[in-house]
């Protein structure tokens, strides 16, 4: 299997493969790291540029490269590096209110790493629709977690519609426009590394 992605496709020294992974890796951490700290306060989930961040890392390194990068995110996170919106990290930031999104994020990634691998960078249709898949997945991670695992500050759990509309409802339009850049981002960046 050849990865159509742009990041795997633009590896051609096999002596360097193994550094240049770990230097994407490590800049994708610090990419979705610094959109998190891009955030409109929102309660119970902030507004940040995470899935934008996410979606097109995914979209430009494909599903190998895409997971370890996700993957080595929220390990860092977990073992206390700020890598969360607001500066928290730890092992009790996976039992917060934005625990599911992250969990979302996982499989946004394997779905938009997926299609970039098969259809590359170009075909930017087909990269649109597995970002807006991606942003449904990560949508009903965190709504589930928010509405039925979380409990709130008040020691009630949110039910689905409270969920729906603290946890998807307000992120909609902007999650679409994000998705829609990074789909785009994509070839353009193609484009520019090719120049």
Same mark, same amino acid.
């Given at each position: 299997?050849? @990865?159509?992605?742009?990041?795997?496709?633009?590896?051609?020294?096999? +002596?360097?493969?193994?550094? #240049?992974?770990? #230097?994407?890796?490590?800049?994708?951490?610090? &990419?979705?790291?610094? +959109? %998190?700290?891009?955030?409109?306060?929102? /309660? *119970?989930?902030?507004?940040?540029?995470? #899935?934008?961040?996410?979606?097109? &890392?995914?979209? @430009?390194?494909?599903?190998?490269?895409?997971?370890?990068? $996700?993957? +080595?995110?929220?390990?860092?996170?977990?073992?206390?590096?700020?890598?969360? @919106?607001?500066?928290?990290?730890? *092992?009790?930031?996976?039992?917060?209110?934005? @625990?599911?999104?992250?969990?979302?994020?996982? $499989?946004?990634?394997?779905?938009?790493?997926?299609? %970039?691998?098969?259809?590359? +960078?170009?075909?930017?249709? %087909?990269?649109?629709?597995?970002?807006?898949?991606? #942003?449904?997945?990560?949508?009903?991670?965190?709504?589930? /977690? &928010?509405?039925?695992?979380?409990?709130?500050?008040?020691?009630?759990?949110?039910?689905?519609?409270?969920?729906?509309?603290?946890?998807?409802? *307000?992120?909609?339009?902007?999650?679409?426009?994000?998705?829609?850049? %990074?789909?785009?981002?994509?070839?353009? $960046?193609?484009?520019?590394?090719?120049?």
């Amino acid at each position: 299997m050849s @990865a159509n992605a742009l990041a795997p496709s633009l590896i051609n020294n096999s +002596s360097l493969k193994a550094l #240049t992974m770990a #230097t994407l890796v490590a800049f994708g951490v610090a &990419l979705i790291a610094l +959109s %998190a700290k891009v955030q409109v306060p929102f /309660w *119970p989930v902030p507004v940040t540029l995470q #899935t934008l961040a996410v979606m097109g &890392l995914a979209a @430009a390194y494909g599903l190998r490269l895409g997971m370890a990068t $996700i993957l +080595s995110y929220l390990a860092v996170g977990y073992m206390g590096a700020p890598v969360f @919106a607001g500066f928290a990290a730890g *092992p009790a930031y996976f039992a917060g209110p934005t @625990a599911g999104y992250l969990a979302g994020f996982v $499989i946004a990634v394997a779905i938009v790493g997926y299609v %970039a691998d098969r259809v590359g +960078s170009k075909n930017i249709l %087909a990269l649109v629709g597995a970002t807006l898949v991606g #942003t449904l997945a990560i949508y009903a991670f965190g709504a589930y /977690w &928010l509405g039925f695992v979380y409990v709130g500050a008040s020691g009630n759990l949110l039910s689905f519609e409270g969920a729906w509309k603290y946890g998807v409802q *307000p992120f909609i339009l902007a999650d679409i426009v994000k998705a829609i850049i %990074a789909s785009l981002s994509v070839p353009a $960046i193609s484009s520019l590394m090719k120049k």
